[in-house]
T-cell receptor
Framework: NAGVTQTPKFQVLKTGQSMTLQCAQD?????MSWYRQDPGMGLRLIHY???????DQGEVPNGYNVSRSTTEDFPLRLLSAAPSQTSVYFC??????????????FGPGTRLLVL | GDSVTQMEGPVTLSEEAFLTINCTYT??????LFWYVQYPGEGLQLLLK?????DKGSNKGFEATYRKETTSFHLEKGSVQVSDSAVYFC????????????FGKGTLLTVNP
């Protein structure tokens, strides 16, 4: 198993540009999520999905869109990048949610710089 | 809302020293508690977890006990190694919604030989 994979590893954007961060998992996990990691802030949930066709907002969803057309993939879209979106982005997956007995598996991260 | 507070770093220790990283939480209901570790340049990995009061999670020589009376989940290791140098995150799994992990800000640990 490759686990959770993310592409690209690093990206530089100009303000106003759009891009899609890719996330894929091969563990047949129903639950997938996106976090951003900022210095001194820990990780904050952006969006999550409990299964194909179902997505919902986390605590910092503004400026980001997601879709879940397959169980394996959960792309994160930045429609118009802003410097405030400079961050490291992590995708995670698990069998079902984050509750009792469930382990979140994290990807290696995408480092995004918006100029 | 739910929150996690962990001791601020950075923490610098010599090899074989004792490690404690404090973590306290605020939550409604009965959350699950986790410690995740992030090695340089990598994503987060689950280190250990506890799902109910008085449970002790353990892995790779690290331990943490879920203390409901003090709302704490402190991470300990008796003898750290250089390879333990990483950022450690305490996290809380929302027992109500089941869809959100609340993380602390992370503690950078550096172990010198």
């Amino acid at each position: 198993n490759a686990g959770v994979t993310q592409t690209p590893k690093f990206q530089v954007l100009k303000t106003g540009q759009s891009m899609t961060l890719q996330c894929a998992q091969d563990m047949n996990h129903e639950y997938m999520s996106w976090y951003r990691q900022d210095p001194g802030m820990g990780l904050r949930l952006i969006h999550y999905s409990v299964g194909a066709g179902i997505t919902d907002q986390g605590e910092v969803p503004n400026g980001y869109n997601v879709s879940r057309s397959t169980t394996e993939d959960f792309p994160l879209r930045l429609l118009s990048a802003a410097p405030s979106q400079t961050s490291v982005y992590f995708c995670a997956s698990s069998r079902a949610g984050v509750g009792v007995q469930e382990t979140q598996y994290f990807g290696p991260g995408t480092r995004l710089l918006v100029l | 809302g739910d929150s996690v507070t962990q001791m601020e770093g950075p923490v610098t220790l010599s090899e074989e020293a004792f490690l404690t990283i404090n973590c306290t939480y605020t939550a409604t209901g009965y959350p699950s508690l986790f410690w995740y570790v992030q090695y340089p340049g990598e994503g987060l990995q689950l280190l250990l977890k506890a799902t109910k009061a008085d449970d002790k999670g353990s892995n790779k020589g690290f331990e943490a006990t879920y203390r409901k009376e003090t709302t704490s989940f402190h991470l300990e290791k008796g003898s750290v190694q250089v390879s333990d140098s990483a950022v450690y995150f305490c996290a809380l799994g929302d027992g109500g919604s089941n869809y959100k992990l609340t993380f602390g800000k992370g503690t950078l640990l550096t172990v010198n030989p």
